[in-house]
């Protein structure tokens, strides 16, 4: 295990379909982060798990997102009824006690 | 929500040449200043970082100076070279909290 695994790469899904990605973060790390990416802009921060506990999920977008991690290792973002404004890389990064967050390559959600 | 502002949004450098990317914040809690680099398809891969209480902080090729009283800080590219065109990113953080600057879309020149 040498970095950060999202599945799928790719998602395409019709509006209003619900869809869920996940996250594998590197083993040792406690700390996981959810990202959006839209074309052009930095990665927007959605939400963190310290182990099992969702310690800050206000920045989720609507209440159609959600995101788990129900043994404190990988990790599942959901949005349901999806929306043509949800196209986007949905990133993951896992992070050590020292700052250092490594990223996965991401889900890129297109809603057709 | 956009805390942290970046220019310029697109660089074009010779190879060979510096590459200089500015990024300003408005949080004085922010405490650790990374950069990352991202090409096309992958997530953002950690560059550089720094922390409030130095100035500067150079690794290999890469350099960030760090102005704590301007609230700006910036990434020096020495001898660009062509595999160096990515998207740098900064970011100032605060514990579970990372913002990001826009990016800057580097091209360097062979």
């Known amino acids: 295990d040498t970095g950060v695994s999202q599945n799928p790469r790719h998602k395409i899904t019709k509006r209003g379909q619900n869809v869920t990605f996940r996250c594998d973060p590197i083993?040792?790390?406690?700390?996981l982060y959810w990202y959006r990416q839209t074309l052009g802009q930095g990665p927007e921060f959605l939400t963190y798990?310290?182990?099992?506990?969702?310690?800050?999920k206000s920045r989720l977008l609507s209440d159609r997102f959600s995101a788990e991690r129900p043994k404190g290792s990988f990790s599942t973002l959901e949005i349901q009824r999806t929306e043509q404004g949800d196209s986007a890389m949905y990133l993951c990064?896992?992070?050590?006690?020292?700052?250092?967050?490594?990223f996965g390559s991401g889900t890129r959600l297109t809603v057709v | 929500q956009q805390q942290v502002k970046q220019s310029p949004q697109s660089l074009i450098v010779q190879k060979g040449g510096i590459s200089i990317i500015n990024c300003a914040y408005e949080n004085t809690a922010f405490d650790y200043f990374p950069w990352y680099q991202q090409f096309p398809g992958k997530g953002p891969a950690l560059l550089i970082a720094?922390?409030?209480?130095?100035s500067e902080k150079k690794e290999g090729r890469f350099t960030i100076s760090f102005n704590k009283s301007a609230k700006q800080f910036s990434l020096h590219i020495m001898d660009s070279q062509p595999g160096d065109s990515a998207t740098y990113f900064c970011a100032a953080s605060m514990g579970h909290d990372m913002r990001f600057g826009a990016g800057t879309r580097l091209t360097v020149k062979p």
């Open positions: 720094i922390r409030p209480d130095v």
């Open positions: 798990f310290q182990n099992e506990a969702q310690l800050e």
């Open positions: 083993s040792e790390h406690n700390r």
């Open positions: 990064a896992s992070r050590d006690k020292n700052y250092g967050y490594t």
